[in-house]
Nanobody, 129 residues
Framework: QLQLVESGGGLVQPGGSLRLSCAPS??????????IGWFRQAPGKEREGVSC??????YSLDSVKGRFTISRDNAKNTFYLQMNSLTHEDTAVYYC??????????????????????WGQGTQVTVSS
């Protein structure tokens, strides 16, 4: 069964940076045809779309604009989330997801599991001094 695999999470001090990566595992899937996104879930909170990208558009939460950058490398069939100026509020499990681009990138990011077909297992990001 197709699965996405995240990497790059860990412990970082406030103000630090991390880069998350996501790629398919166990199945041949060309991500360049899919809308992709990064989601996170903090303890006691619902999962939220952090940043999502289609072939033409990017959507990001207001709280991460200017700090997080989503990107994709079609040649490597991998996508990334560069996170800078991290704060305690960014502590969460981060998930990557991919799905057919059936609506606007913002709708897909807001809809989460309603639109994204494939998900990773999650990687922990902890921001702490």
């Amino acid at each position: 069964q197709l699965q996405l695999v995240e990497s790059g999470g860990g412990l970082v001090q406030p103000g630090g940076s991390l880069r998350l990566s996501c790629a398919p595992s166990g199945h041949s899937l060309d991500l360049y045809t899919y809308a992709i996104g990064w989601f996170r879930q903090a303890p006691g909170k619902e999962r939220e779309g952090v940043s999502c990208i289609s072939s033409t558009s990017i959507y990001s939460l207001d709280s991460v604009k200017g700090r997080f950058t989503i990107s994709r490398d079609n040649a490597k069939n991998t996508f990334y989330l560069q996170m800078n100026s991290l704060t305690h509020e960014d502590t969460a499990v981060y998930y990557c997801a991919a799905g057919p681009p059936i609506t606007t990138v913002q709708n897909m990011c807001d809809g989460g599991k309603s639109f994204y077909r494939y998900w990773g297992q999650g990687t922990q990001v902890t921001v702490s001094s």
